[in-house]
């Protein structure tokens, strides 16, 4: 199953990872520092992806998931070889052109992508899906694990 980073207006369900709101402990303060940090590094992305190739900023209702992933897995992969290109042959933009929203300094203009193949083989198994993914307990449980994960690698 795949997980979404998403912000505060988003359900509690199984694959959203939503910040916690008005966080106190230190944990949780850290947690939405990785959260918010790692939402904003894909916003980021998409940005300089939607700037550069027409075909992902336009809607991809009436194609297949496995055509939009092709696609996406494309222009990330043209868009690494002009990053590269452009790095040996000295050739300067303004990076400024292809971002969105508030800059935080990374410098990180390379995109990565992954996905799934984890479609379910029929009705009853797409049923099982959607209830895993609407499980409210599931939503909390993945992010106390998060919380825990982040705390013990970067925390104290």
């Known amino acids: ?3 979404y980073l998403t912000d505060g207006i988003y359900p509690e369900w199984s694959t959203f990872v939503k910040p916690i709101a008005q966080p106190q ?7 939405c520092d990785h959260q918010s940090f790692a939402r904003k590094e894909v ?6 992806l939607q700037a550069r190739f027409a075909i992902v900023r336009n809607p991809a209702l009436t194609m297949d998931k496995q055509k939009i992933g092709n696609i996406m ?3 990330i992969i043209l868009h690494n070889m002009i990053v590269e290109d ?7 933009y303004n990076e ?12 990180s203009s ?17 049923m099982a899906n ?12 993945l992010k106390a694990d998060l919380v825990e994960h982040i705390w013990n690698k970067f925390g104290s």
């Open 43 to 48: 916003e980021r992305a998409f940005g300089v």
């Open 130 to 141: 959607r209830a895993d993914i609407h499980d409210q307990q599931k939503h909390h449980e």
């Open 110 to 126: 390379q995109t990565y992508v992954t996905s799934s193949e984890d479609l379910p083989s029929n009705v009853h198994n797409l």
């Open 73 to 75: 897995k494309a222009c």
């Open 86 to 92: 452009e790095r040996n042959s000295g050739t300067q």
């Open 96 to 107: 400024s052109e292809f971002q969105q929203g508030g800059d935080d300094g990374s410098g």
């Open 1 to 3: 199953m795949a997980y």
């Open 25 to 31: 402990e230190p944990k949780a303060r850290l947690f």
